[in-house]
């Protein structure tokens, strides 16, 4: 059997990190992703929006309260959970949500200032031309070609 779910999209908000008395990190937010089309019968374009709640646990939980922001444009993998509980009048409430296990921060910089990026994630991307010894391709070339 397999339960997996794929998303990419748009905080809604920023998002919410709590800790259990175990001192696990909760980090909860809700993704919004888009689907745009043409309609046949009108010719008018269509949109629609639908909101997926998202919750991670421990370092992945603290790394997202950290650097996410509302608009943040993310990446979530996970598992479709539904979780019953019940609301002050004693009613069984259903909330389905996405129990993320990766988390991928997309957009890069233009969406936020500098700082929103993790400081060693900045580090590799700086040093990365630099460091690199393997050979990638036209670039080490000889430029000696005989025709």
Known sequence: ??????????????????????????????????????????????????????????RLAEIAGEYLKKGSLVFVEGKIKTRKYQDRDGVDRYSTEIRAETLKMLGGREQGDRSSAPPQRQQRQAAAPATSSAPSGFDDMDDDIPF
């Not at 794929?6 to 919004?32: M, W």
């Not at 309609?39 to 269509?46: L, M, V």
């Open 1 to 58: 059997m397999l339960n997996q779910a794929q998303i990419i999209g748009h905080l809604g908000k920023d998002p919410e990190t709590r800790y259990l008395p175990s001192g696990e990190a909760v980090c909860n937010f809700s993704v919004a992703t888009t689907e745009k089309w043409k309609d046949k019968s009108s010719g008018e374009q269509r949109e629609e929006t639908e909101w997926h709640k998202i919750s991670m646990f421990g």
